[in-house]
């Protein structure tokens, strides 16, 4: 007992204490591999599963609905098994090993899709590797994602982390996107030729092994500034039933998870028909849809010292406001300008347009994805001193499956607009000389921009509801502080 409470003031001392930049970088690594997974899962997949594989939308929308559906009740149990599992290995870690090979080899599986398969056979296939892919990212992002939240007990520090891992996660989603459109997707029908994605798949599903390993590793080193798992909890499932009301009496958690429930249900439906829009009605080549892709991911490197900047003076909760309606507002403009504004854009005209456009949203996505992160860190402070018990590992779950929830809506409903538009699928086996009529494109526009802005800028409003402000958190922490060495004491 006496040794336990002197490791815990050990690590509390270190957590006081700066993380060093190396530590930082190399943590963050880790989102690499899930910003991969992103690029892939957001915009090539629904591509992939009707233009090339010829599934219907609804048929590939309702495959990603199942998967992440599956994933979103599974999470729950993963955050709160991570936050309990006591190991020789250390915490967190054994979650991340076990989760790291099967999510890089499902990616691989899924974009090579065997060209025999069609029908309730090729369903079945994609759904499977969606579930193995989603349920073992999340074995390894939760773990990892709530060493983030445990590492420091710092109000900024904890920002500056989140920039870090968003940053990777941003650079992970870049690689996805050159690796495809520029490296095995170029070229005037690069997109449909079945036989690119294969080696796109697999350099992908090696590059996302060897992120996760290095961040594995900087969990390893991180051991000693983390909090022990609670002791005496009792039986599992008993305790995950008690959990889950106290997650659900945590006003702050609620706000926070209605805003990323209507959030990603805009984000998801919005990139999977980013490459259906870029392609046909804006009639952009590969190059410029390119560049265009990873203007969004370029924006992250402005988000970045502006959140930082801004965090100084700003509260979290008033940057994430304006960040998420900047991003609503930035959906909608330009699909809105081609169809009803005096003039129509030419695609060379339109491009640059769209690549400014494109940066400004990234940018307001890593703005406003710091503040909200680290909102989060904050709540499950605020959990601690509410309930007596840290569970950062459940919270992200808890978030995360409001994500997948909502993406995989965002991605049903995508899908579910394409056939009620009448977009056609195949169209790698049509040919290039198939014509779309004007009235199916118009539609696209709407259902790919709008129609995911008004999503977009509903979310920001639960916000106005969230009060942890930096001087409650400051005394929160101070107040955790004064009960540990009371604790302490009772021990000595």
Same mark, same amino acid.
């Given at each position: 007992?006496?040794?336990?409470?002197i490791?815990?003031?050990?690590?509390?001392?270190?957590?006081?204490?700066?993380?060093?930049?190396? %530590?930082?970088?190399?943590?963050?690594?880790?989102?690499?591999?899930?910003? @991969?997974?992103?690029?892939?899962?957001? %915009?090539?997949?629904?591509?992939?599963?009707?233009?090339?594989?010829?599934?219907?939308g609804?048929?590939?929308?309702?495959?990603?609905?199942?998967?992440?559906?599956?994933? &979103?009740v599974?999470?729950? &149990?993963?955050?709160? *098994?991570?936050d309990?599992l006591?190991?020789?290995?250390?915490?967190?870690?054994?979650?991340?090993?076990?989760? =790291?090979?099967?999510? #890089?080899?499902?990616f691989?599986?899924? %974009?090579?899709?065997?060209?025999?398969?069609?029908?309730?056979?090729?369903?079945?296939?994609?759904?499977?590797?969606?579930v193995?892919?989603?349920?073992?990212?999340?074995?390894?992002?939760?773990?990892?994602? +709530?060493?983030?939240?445990?590492?420091?007990?710092?109000y900024?520090?904890?920002?500056? @982390?989140?920039?870090?891992?968003l940053s990777f996660?941003n /650079?992970? @989603?870049?690689?996805?996107v050159?690796?495809?459109?520029?490296?095995?997707?170029?070229?005037?029908?690069g997109?449909?030729d079945?036989?690119?994605?294969?080696?796109?798949?697999w350099?992908? /599903?090696?590059a996302?092994?060897?992120?996760?390993?290095?961040?594995?590793?900087?969990?390893? *080193? /991180?051991?000693?500034?983390?909090?022990?798992?609670?002791?005496?909890?009792?039986?599992?499932?008993?305790?995950?039933?008690?959990?889950?009301?106290?997650?659900?009496?945590?006003?702050?958690?609620?706000?926070?998870?209605?805003?990323?429930?209507t959030y990603?249900?805009?984000?998801? &439906?919005?990139?999977?028909?980013?490459?259906h829009?870029?392609?046909? %009605?804006?009639?952009?080549?590969?190059?410029?849809?390119?560049?265009i892709?990873?203007?969004?991911?370029?924006?992250?490197?402005?988000?970045?010292?502006i959140?930082?900047?801004?965090?100084?003076?700003?509260?979290?909760?008033?940057?994430?406001?304006?960040?998420?309606?900047a991003?609503?507002?930035?959906? @909608?403009?330009p699909?809105?300008?081609?169809?009803?504004?005096?003039?129509?854009?030419?695609?060379?005209?339109?491009?640059?347009? =769209?690549?400014?456009?494109?940066?400004l949203?990234g940018?307001a996505?890593?703005?406003?994805?710091?503040?909200?992160?680290?909102?989060? /860190?904050?709540?499950?402070?605020?959990?601690e001193?509410?309930?007596?018990?840290?569970?950062?590992?459940?919270?992200?779950?808890?978030?995360?499956? +409001?994500?997948?929830a909502?993406?995989?809506?965002?991605?049903?409903?995508?899908?579910?607009?394409l056939d009620?538009?009448?977009?056609?699928?195949?169209?790698?086996?049509?040919?290039?000389g198939?014509?779309?009529?004007?009235e199916?494109?118009?539609?696209?526009a709407?259902?790919?921009?709008?129609?995911?802005?008004?999503? +977009?800028?509903?979310?920001?409003?639960f916000?106005?509801?969230?009060?942890?402000?930096?001087?409650r958190? +400051?005394r929160?922490i *101070?107040?955790?502080?004064?009960?540990?060495?009371?604790?302490?004491? #009772?021990?000595?």
């Amino acid at each position: 007992m006496r040794q336990s409470v002197i490791d815990e003031k050990n690590a509390a001392a270190l957590r006081g204490a700066p993380l060093t930049r190396r %530590f930082k970088a190399a943590y963050g690594s880790g989102a690499l591999a899930d910003g @991969i997974v992103a690029a892939g899962f957001g %915009f090539f997949l629904l591509f992939y599963l009707t233009a090339v594989c010829g599934m219907s939308g609804t048929m590939a929308g309702t495959a990603k609905l199942i998967a992440l559906l599956v994933d &979103a009740v599974a999470d729950p &149990a993963i955050g709160l *098994a991570s936050d309990r599992l006591r190991s020789r290995f250390g915490r967190r870690i054994p979650f991340m090993i076990f989760g =790291l090979l099967p999510f #890089a080899a499902a990616f691989g599986l899924l %974009f090579s899709m065997p060209e025999s398969l069609s029908g309730l056979p090729q369903f079945l296939y994609a759904t499977a590797c969606l579930v193995v892919l989603r349920v073992s990212l999340s074995c390894f992002v939760l773990p990892y994602t +709530a060493v983030g939240a445990e590492v420091t007990d710092n109000y900024r520090e904890r920002a500056a @982390i989140v920039s870090y891992r968003l940053s990777f996660q941003n /650079a992970g @989603i870049l690689i996805g996107v050159v690796l495809g459109l520029g490296v095995f997707m170029s070229g005037t029908d690069g997109l449909l030729d079945r036989a690119n994605y294969v080696p796109f798949a697999w350099t992908c /599903a090696a590059a996302m092994f060897l992120a996760g390993m290095i961040a594995i590793r900087a969990v390893s *080193a /991180a051991q000693p500034r983390l909090h022990g798992p609670e002791k005496g909890e009792g039986n599992f499932l008993t305790g995950f039933g008690r959990e889950m009301i106290e997650l659900a009496r945590n006003r702050s958690f609620l706000i926070l998870f209605a805003t990323v429930l209507t959030y990603f249900l805009a984000y998801s &439906a919005h990139v999977s028909l980013a490459l259906h829009a870029s392609r046909y %009605f804006w009639r952009l080549d590969s190059t410029a849809i390119q560049m265009i892709l990873l203007s969004t991911t370029l924006g992250p490197l402005l988000g970045a010292p502006i959140s930082a900047f801004a965090l100084r003076y700003i509260e979290k909760r008033t940057l994430s406001i304006a960040a998420f309606l900047a991003i609503a507002l930035f959906l @909608i403009w330009p699909p809105l300008l081609q169809l009803y504004g005096p003039v129509t854009l030419t695609p060379a005209a339109a491009a640059p347009i =769209l690549f400014v456009n494109g940066l400004l949203v990234g940018t307001a996505i890593m703005v406003g994805g710091i503040g909200f992160q680290s909102m989060l /860190a904050d709540t499950a402070d605020e959990h601690e001193w509410l309930f007596g018990v840290r569970r950062e590992g459940l919270f992200f779950s808890g978030l995360t499956l +409001a994500y997948k929830a909502a993406s995989g809506l965002g991605g049903l409903i995508a899908g579910l607009a394409l056939d009620a538009i009448r977009f056609p699928t195949d169209l790698g086996a049509r040919g290039p000389g198939l014509v779309i009529p004007q009235e199916v494109l118009d539609k696209l526009a709407l259902i790919s921009g709008p129609l995911p802005a008004a999503f +977009a800028a509903l979310s920001p409003l639960f916000l106005f509801g969230y009060h942890l402000t930096r001087t409650r958190h +400051a005394r929160i922490i *101070a107040e955790l502080d004064q009960r540990k060495i009371d604790k302490a004491a #009772a021990a000595d």
